[in-house]
C-alpha cells in the first residue's frame, strides 16, 4: 500500500518562499514518477509540476516555470517543491501524488495514488 505525506505548507508572505516535502512509503520509491497538483478553493486541483522516476525529465504548470522547482532525493525517498515568489494565486491545498513509470503526465487521473495535502496560504 503505497502511502504519501505532504509537508512543509503554512502562512507565507507574497514574495516569500516555501518548500513543500512528501515522503512516500510501501513501494519502492524509485519506480515512480511524483507529481505535485494543487486546488484551491471551488476550483478543480490543477497540475503544478512532476519529475520521473530517473530525476531526469520534469513538467511544469505555465504559472509556476520560473519560480517553482521539483527535485527528488531517491535515497531519503523524499520529493520537494521549491516554491519562490509566492502569489496569493498561488493559495491552496498542494497534493503529491505518484504514478509508475517514467514519463511525466499532467493529467490527475493519472496518477494513482495521492497525498492528504498541505495547505499553503500566501498574504498580500
Known amino acids: 500500500q503505497v502511502q504519501l505525506v505532504e509537508s512543509g505548507g503554512g502562512l507565507v508572505q507574497a514574495g516569500g518562499s516555501l518548500r513543500l516535502s512528501c515522503t512516500m512509503s510501501?513501494?519502492?520509491?524509485?519506480?515512480?514518477?511524483i507529481g505535485w497538483f494543487r486546488q484551491a478553493p471551488e476550483k478543480e486541483r490543477e497540475f503544478v509540476a512532476a519529475?520521473?522516476?530517473?530525476?531526469?525529465?520534469?513538467a511544469y504548470a505555465d504559472f509556476v516555470k520560473g519560480r517553482f522547482t521539483i527535485s527528488r532525493d531517491n535515497v531519503k525517498t523524499i520529493i520537494y517543491l521549491q516554491m519562490n515568489s509566492l502569489k496569493p494565486e498561488d493559495t491552496a491545498v498542494y497534493y503529491c501524488?505518484?504514478?509508475?513509470?517514467?514519463?511525466?503526465?499532467?493529467?490527475?487521473?493519472?496518477?494513482?495514488?495521492w497525498g492528504q495535502g498541505t495547505q499553503v496560504t500566501v498574504q498580500v
Open positions: 501524488a505518484v504514478r509508475p513509470g517514467n514519463t511525466v503526465p499532467v493529467h490527475r487521473w493519472e496518477y494513482w495514488h
Open positions: 510501501g513501494h519502492a520509491f524509485s519506480n515512480y514518477t
Open positions: 519529475i520521473s522516476r530517473s530525476g531526469g525529465n520534469t
